[in-house]
């Protein structure tokens, strides 16, 4: 039978000596140690008993063997609580919203909301996370170096966290109004896609006044609907869109079904 043990003396001196489970045991160091590594205290061992509870031998275990372990625990109880947090979350907040909302967010953050067709110097994609810093832009050229995505969101960026966490709203805030918070997602985008146009208006020169009076109107409408040509959408709007969609439905229907009973 073999159990792990750590060994609390060594045999420089005396007979060595270990614990396994509480209890402890002398041990010499000859025919019965299994290794060329000398036992020092703390080492961790396995001790294989004979069947008269007397040690047969004792092998160190090696320390990347015992990190392998350690990982593996790590992750297990990970695991676990990972599973407890979901189910929990889920039979708070029930499935369809958890899934509607981590929808949102891929579309949100990891997939292209819009591409823009830049001609010679070819497509480029965007995230809504990045058309957000575009609309943070405080002039038309901040605007346009922020095509990039790499231009700071902002009051925006606050908006977009505050809109993600509108559909959980009412299982925190009692009052029923709070069940409209699943439409906030829907709104923000709406709110975002006007201020792109918007933007989009003023780099094409609509913004400017100084522009606006050199220019004659007409160049400027042109310029403005061949940059609109220019965009397209891309699978994150969609995505975006049905889960905004599903969740502002469902708060509605939530705030009816509340008003409705009291």
Do not use: C
């Not at 609309?135 to 993600?164: D, H, R």
């Not at 959408?233 to 969609?238: Q, R, S």
């Amino acid at each position: 039978m073999k159990k792990r043990g750590k060994i609390l003396r060594d045999t420089s001196a005396s007979p060595g000596l270990i614990v396994v489970e509480g209890q402890q045991y002398p041990f010499q160091l000859e025919s019965i140690w299994k290794s060329e590594i000398p036992p020092r205290p703390g080492l961790t061992v396995e001790i294989d008993f004979a069947e008269d509870a007397t040690i047969h031998a004792i092998t160190p275990i090696a320390e990347s063997q015992l990190a392998k372990e350690q990982a593996e625990q790590a992750m297990a109880i990970a695991r676990e609580k990972g599973s407890a947090l979901v189910s929990s979350a889920v039979a708070k907040f029930g499935m369809p919203t958890l899934v509607a909302t981590g929808l949102l967010i891929i579309g949100w953050f990891f997939l292209t909301t819009i591409s823009y067709n830049a001609g010679f110097v070819g497509k480029m994609d965007f995230t809504f996370w990045h058309i957000l810093s575009f609309i943070n832009a405080s002039n038309a050229m901040e605007a346009l170096s922020n095509m990039s995505g790499k231009g700071s969101t902002g009051f925006y960026g606050l908006l977009a966290v505050l809109a993600l966490a509108g559909p959980f709203l009412a299982y925190f805030w009692k009052d029923k109004r709070a069940q409209l918070g699943g439409t906030l997602p829907l709104l923000f985008m709406l709110l975002v896609a006007l201020l792109v146009r918007r933007a989009i208006s003023s780099a094409a020169g609509g913004g400017s006044s100084e522009i606006a009076t050199q220019v004659p109107s007409e160049m400027i409408d042109m310029a403005r609907k061949e940059m609109m040509k220019a965009i397209s959408l891309g699978m994150g709007a969609y995505i975006s869109i049905l889960a905004a969609l599903y969740l502002g439905f469902i708060s509605v229907t939530k705030f009816l079904a509340a008003k409705a009973n009291t």
